[in-house]
Structure formats: structure tokens, C-alpha cells
């Protein structure tokens, strides 16, 4: 065989036998710089078999590395944490923008992408925005990695009923008793506090009987409902201790140990020191 040309991929390894290149087997990259000489054509073949190896993983590694969306959020943020910790466990890779609502500057900035000012937010490389922890949370889904709704619709039902009922009657709850205990006590209100308390205990009563035999929120698998309980967790034993509550503060504790939700809460630590 003269001089043949044996197609890989879109590579090949051919022979040269006269100058300028001493004689031998050759492949060539993508930029056609060629490789070579090698004794036999199995020699090239098998080193372009290789390039092309490294060629690819390069690729995926560069594929992993690639932002899959951008995510506004602050790391003190309940419902940024929520997410955070449904990203997390899927081990997705974001680019982060950190909000400061409570800087006006930054806040009106913020406006100008999210007009209602609220974090978390996701946007896609395409454009569009995903606001709301538990639609965000919806659309992860769709990246892969550990699923955090079932597939099974039942299940899926009362994972997304706890997440709602969490956020609302939990979340909301621990939020109002945080910003009335900043407050001078005459300045207080003492009905909001008041329905605070009521709409935590519900949940910490509803959660002691549902947690009885299983090990999360919706039974044995980590779902979007644990995501919610974590980020609410993270604040709540302060303002709503779980004294009386033994299913539940075992249950904060199994979070509190869950790798994503201990990274969450390293990032709290972390921005609290940072401020200090
Ligand atoms: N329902 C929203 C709640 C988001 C929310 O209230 N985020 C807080 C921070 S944890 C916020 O942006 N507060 C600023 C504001 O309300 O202006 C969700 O699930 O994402």
C-alpha cells in the first residue's frame, strides 16, 4: 500500500515517504500540524486514538466546568439556601451574582433584572428568568443529577405540598419572628407574632407525626420538601426551639449532617464572619 489514508473520525494517519518529513507513518490534529514519524501505521493510529481520547476528555471537562444558568442570591438568604442546597446536591454549576437587598444601591440595580426584587432568581444563557425557590427548583429537574421530585405522581404531589406548606407556615413564620425580635418590644406586633407562632407549631406537629417512620420529609428519599425544611431549619430552632418536638429535632439534626445542607450552612457561617 502507497502512501493510504485511513479515515478516524476526521483525523488520519498517512505515510509520507519523501522530504521535507523523514519517511514514516503520520496523523495530524486539528490545526494539521503533523505527528510523527512512527515506525508503523498501527503506531500512528494508536497515538491519534489517543489524541482523540484526550481531545474528549478535555471537552467534557471543559462541558462540566460550563455554567448551566446564573444565580442571583445572597448566602443568608432562607430561600436562596433552599436552592442552593437542591443545587448542590445535584452538583450543578452555576455563576453566582451575590444580591445585597439590604444595599439600596444594589437593590435598585437588581430591580432593573427582577422588578420584584426578590432573590433567589435564576437566569438561563438564553435569557430567560426562573424566579421562586420551588419553580426553580422545578427546573433544575431538567439538568439532571439526583432527582428531588418523584416521578411518581402521588409522591411528587405531597413532596411539593410539604415544600409549599413548609415555606409558607414555617419559612414565612421564623422570617416574622426574626424581624419583630429586631424591634424595640413596644414596638412589636404582638398578633403577628402571635400567628407566627401558631403557623410554626402546626408544622412542627404535622412534621412529628409525618416523620415518625421515615427518614425525610416525604419518606426515604431527600426530596424538594427537605430542601425547603433545611433552609427553614437553619434559623428556626432560634426563634421556634423544638423542645417537646423529638421526631423534629431528630430530623433537624439528620439535615443539619446532610453534606449539602452542612456546605449551605458553611457559607452562612462564613458570610457571618466575613461581615463581623
Ligand atoms: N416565594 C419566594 C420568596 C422569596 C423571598 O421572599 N426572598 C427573600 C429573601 S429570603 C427576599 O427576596 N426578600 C426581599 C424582599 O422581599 O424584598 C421564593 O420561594 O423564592
Known amino acids: 500500500m502507497n502512501n493510504p489514508r485511513y479515515w478516524a473520525s476526521q483525523w488520519y494517519a498517512t505515510k509520507f515517504d519523501e522530504e521535507p518529513w523523514p519517511g514514516g507513518w503520520y496523523w495530524h490534529d486539528q490545526q494539521y500540524n503533523w505527528h510523527g514519524p512512527y515506525e508503523t501505521e498501527r503506531d500512528a493510529a494508536v497515538a491519534l486514538k489517543g489524541h482523540l481520547e484526550q481531545e474528549r476528555e478535555a471537552s467534557d471537562a471543559h462541558e462540566r466546568t460550563r455554567p448551566q444558568f446564573e444565580l442571583y442570591y445572597h448566602p443568608l438568604s432562607t430561600y436562596s439556601q433552599k436552592v442552593l442546597i437542591a443545587i448542590y446536591e445535584k452538583d450543578l454549576v452555576f455563576k453566582p451574582h451575590i444580591v445585597n437587598l439590604m444595599a439600596e444601591r444594589e437593590r435598585e440595580q437588581y430591580r432593573k433584572i427582577y422588578p420584584l426584587g426578590k432573590i433567589p432568581l435564576i437566569v438561563l444563557n438564553h435569557g430567560p428568568l426562573i424566579p421562586e425557590s420551588s419553580i426553580i427548583i422545578e427546573y433544575l429537574e431538567s439538568l439532571g443529577g439526583a432527582p428531588l421530585i418523584s416521578a411518581n405522581t402521588d409522591v411528587a404531589r405531597k413532596t411539593r405540598f410539604k415544600d409549599r406548606f413548609i415555606d409558607f407556615y414555617l419559612t414565612d413564620s421564623v422570617g416574622t419572628l426574626f424581624s419583630e425580635s429586631r424591634k424595640p418590644e413596644s414596638e412589636r406586633d404582638k398578633r403577628k407574632i402571635e400567628r407566627a407562632r401558631y403557623r410554626s407549631k402546626a408544622v412542627y406537629d404535622f412534621l412529628e407525626y409525618e416523620l415518625s417512620e421515615s427518614e ?45 445542607i452542612r456546605r449551605v450552612r458553611e457559607e452562612v457561617e462564613a458570610r457571618w464572619h466575613s461581615q463581623a
Do not use: H, I, Q, T
Open 216 to 260: 425525610w420529609a416525604n419518606g426515604d428519599e431527600f426530596s424538594l420538601s427537605d430542601c425547603a425544611a433545611g433552609a427553614a431549619f437553619c434559623y428556626a430552632a432560634k426563634y421556634m426551639p423544638y423542645d417537646g418536638y423529638p421526631v423534629v429535632s431528630a430530623y433537624a439534626e439528620r439535615l443539619a449532617e446532610r453534606p449539602s
